[in-house]
């Protein structure tokens, strides 16, 4: 009795011990998280990264200036012009509440931090949550080691990294934790089928909702899941506990984000978990009955109930069908179509296609964004398969989901980096268990006797004691009746079979000493090469701010600030009434830092407007002139990386320009372009290529910078050298030659010969009235 207390109390010391290790683990993988991902200030300064962060930043700021109420309803007219856009109801307000919320606490808290300061941040604090929600996930899936584990895998992995460096103030930042914490409650419910959780779980969906349009993801795989416990007849009340609140109120919650609004109940996105919510209840009903009723009467009460569900599923699809059949689309968004078509896009919406991003990654990408996780992944499946539960089953299929969709889209790969970490973990932890178990059964016996192969038998005799041992308890503890020969017979089999079971499992998880020893070394080995890679990625590779750049030569490190000076050009330099057109790419930055109104900008919702930007580049100076007369723009802007070798430049997306133009506005077509089905700028391009807007604002004086006119990115002398502007003018060119700043001449400048030849003429005259017409003729035909 008095040993039984004392182990008791080792245990719980332990326990308590283990207990407190965790937590001090868990501290120090968030500050990790946050640490690694602080090299974009340390090596460049505290900016906005990117282009899409800059228009979050600017909401940013209108919250917190203006209110929670202004906010919803502000409507920008420096966007779109002369559309504007609605703000508060095409956003997805979740990371700008999130950051606005952190700046007012603080600030309540007089720690006077700047709005810039706090948007830097929020992106590391967020991935520190991440890291803690991912040990939650995983330690119900797996227990506590792999929880850690994947923890700190998911801290370091660069895929994650990329998106959630500080200055990369993009959606992304929070709605991953958004997405790992609510897959958490939901197998948190699965476990405990607790209505608590279930109602968490609907709550963590709704702030996912609110932050990123990836919450379709959430909505699809969570039935998926529910309907594959289904069909494998692993139903049970904790499973519809955890389903059945989170598509009622999570659907209402939905519906209260404007940008989602019904889109929540009237999109294909959503259809599968209302037909998962109907099967779901069917069932429930058919086990409910099953309790009360007899076997006889069950059967005829199963016919009718699953005869009537069968009937209302049909109407619902009806409903369903008729709904899509009136949708061009069949109810799914562009993006969602190119998921489950990767071909869609680049047929029907080249805007979408023409982002870098949403094209499929290569197999390189895999290597470098999870690097070693990429093989841990599959020994991680198979250890959800022993033993197989709820939790594990819903993990296997979100590693299945991710990989695809991930080999779609190359912007997804965030999506696979927890799974990826969770089964990495899960088989690290695995792995871990089972070498310092083998060493910890035969590392005694070495001192004890001389090595061989004694070794193992001795360690498994110490586990039949175990095994026996226990199986002594059991039988002691058990009632003591008289049972008959026969029964007892059959408990002598059920005995003998339950010890023979557990071990042959634990003979098979023993391993010789020098090969759990080696192996533990080779994991070591493997994550220090893991770190390594992490360490050089978040420093390198993703710690560059795509607004200031550098480049490493053999007379040193060279800065190339050139887009923050353009900006500071137009903001000092033009009226603030002043438009400005660009390629949709550099809108955002536009708006934010030069404040002046903009024709497109990143968020590509009317794919007219950015086919009228491109056919105006694609065409030549007069109908270009026109076109952004038109739409009383100013000043031109270019981005050209012709000069110092910049890859990411207008005349690299020039073809994305010419294949939007051409969709709406037929008359650009792309062979005209192209020569040979080649995209040339040297002397064999085609004379359309050669006298296009594109290629004269970009390449205009050129020539003058070594006189031959060598671009250094295409890696070939331009064409057309010598040329000049009649309908726009040079005002400014950065430093490096980087951004190119156009004004469009004035009416009387281009017409001024003509005006004075036409006054001498007859008023009356048919080639007068002819000339006039052609004057007002459409410019974009």
Not at 251 to 273: C, D, I, Q, Y
Not at 476 to 498: C, F, G, L, M
Request: hydrophobic letters at 45%; one cysteine or more; charged letters at 15%.
């Amino acid at each position: 009795m008095a040993a039984s207390s004392e182990t008791k109390g080792e245990g719980t010391l332990r326990k308590a011990f283990g207990g407190v290790l965790g937590f001090f683990i868990l501290l120090l993988i968030g500050a990790l998280a946050f640490s690694i991902r602080l090299f974009s200030v340390i090596k460049y300064e505290s900016v906005i990264h990117e282009f899409d962060p800059y228009f979050n930043y600017r909401v940013t700021q209108f919250l917190t200036k203006n209110g929670i109420y202004d906010f919803w309803n502000w409507f920008d007219d420096r966007t779109w012009y002369p559309l504007g856009r609605v703000i508060g109801g095409t956003v997805y307000p979740g990371l700008t509440l999130t950051a606005g919320s952190i700046w007012w606490l603080l600030n309540n808290l007089n720690i006077p931090l700047s709005v810039e300061t706090v948007c830097v941040f929020t992106a590391p604090i967020f991935s520190a949550n991440a890291s803690w929600a991912t040990y939650l996930l995983t330690k119900e899936v797996k227990g506590t080691g792999a929880g850690l584990t994947a923890a700190a895998l998911l801290a370091m992995v660069p895929s994650y990294i990329s998106r959630s460096v500080a200055g990369s103030y993009d959606n992304e930042a929070v709605a991953i934790f958004a997405l790992i914490f609510t897959f958490y409650l939901y197998t948190k419910t699965l476990n405990t089928g607790s209505l608590f959780y279930a109602t968490l779980n609907a709550l963590s969906y709704f702030y996912m909702v609110c932050s990123w349009g990836g919450y379709t993801f959430i909505i699809n795989l969570i039935p998926m899941h529910v309907l594959l416990c289904i069909v494998t007849g692993r139903y049970s009340p904790r499973l519809y506990i955890a389903y059945a609140p989170l598509v009622v109120l999570g659907t209402l919650l939905a519906s209260l984000v404007p940008v989602v609004g019904f889109n929540a109940v009237m999109t294909s996105e959503h259809f599968a978990s209302f037909l998962v919510f109907i099967i779901i209840h069917v069932v429930a009903l058919v086990y409910y009955i099953k309790g009360i009723l007899s076997p006889k009467m069950f059967k005829v009460a199963v016919t009718l109930v699953v005869t009537i569900g069968i009937a209302v599923c049909c109407a619902v699809l009806a409903i369903l069908i008729a709904l899509v059949a009136s949708s061009p689309t069949k109810g799914w968004s562009g993006r969602s179509l190119s998921l489950l078509d990767p071909t869609y896009a680049s047929k029907y919406i080249p805007i979408i296609a023409s982002v870098s991003e949403h094209q499929p990654p290569t197999w390189p990408s895999y290597f470098m964004d999870i690097n070693v996780l990429a093989f841990l992944v599959p020994a991680g499946i198979v250890a959800c398969f022993l033993p197989l539960s709820d939790a594990s089953s819903f993990m296997v299929l979100y590693i299945t989901t991710s990989v695809y969709f991930s080999g779609v889209m190359v912007r997804l790969m965030l999506v696979l980096a927890p799974a990826a970490c969770i089964m990495s973990g899960i088989a690290l932890s695995e792995a871990f268990d089972v070498f310092t178990r083998s060493i910890k059964l035969q590392l005694p016996k070495l001192f004890e006797s001389p090595p061989g192969s004694g070794d193992i038998d001795s360690a498994q005799d110490e586990v039949v004691k175990v095994d026996n041992k226990a199986a002594t308890d059991k039988s002691e503890t058990a009632p003591k009746e008289r049972p008959s020969k026969k029964n007892r017979k059959k408990e002598k089999e059920i005995v003998e079979t339950t010890i023979k079971r557990p071990l042959k499992a634990k003979r098979l998880l023993v391993l010789p000493l020098e090969a759990s020893a080696v192996a533990i070394l080779l994991l070591i080995i493997l994550g220090a090469f893991y770190v390594v890679h992490c360490v050089w990625a978040a420093a390198e590779a993703y710690s560059a701010p795509s607004i200031v750049l550098t480049s490493h030569s053999h007379d040193g490190l060279h800065v190339f600030d050139d887009f923050r000076e353009a900006y500071a050009w137009l903001r000092h330099n033009t009226d603030v009434d002043d438009k400005v057109a660009s390629w949709w790419d550099y809108g955002y930055q536009t708006t934010a830092m030069a404040n002046r109104t903009v024709i497109v900008d990143n968020n590509t919702w009317n794919n007219t407007h950015i086919a009228t930007v491109g056919t105006a580049m694609s065409s030549t100076e007069k109908p270009a002139w026109e076109i952004f007369n038109s739409l009383d723009v100013k000043y031109v802007l270019v981005v050209f990386g012709g000069l110092v070798g910049y890859p990411s430049d207008d005349i690299n997306k020039f073809l994305w320009m010419v294949r939007i133009g051409g969709g709406v506005f037929p008359h650009i077509r792309e062979p005209d372009y192209l020569r040979d089905g080649q995209y040339r700028i040297d002397a064999q391009a085609t004379p359309t290529m050669l006298n296009c807007l594109m290629y004269k604002l970009s390449y205009y004086r050129f020539v003058e910078t070594d006189g031959k006119g060598f671009d250094r990115v295409r890696r070939t002398e331009i064409g057309k050298k010598h040329f000049k502007l009649t309908h726009f003018e040079e005002v400014f060119t950065t430093h490096h030659w980087m951004v190119r700043i156009y004004k469009l001449k004035p009416p009387k400048n281009r017409i001024r010969g003509k005006s004075k030849k036409s006054k001498s003429n007859s008023k009356t005259s048919p080639s007068n009235l002819k000339r006039h017409g052609n004057l007002k003729k459409n410019p974009w035909q």
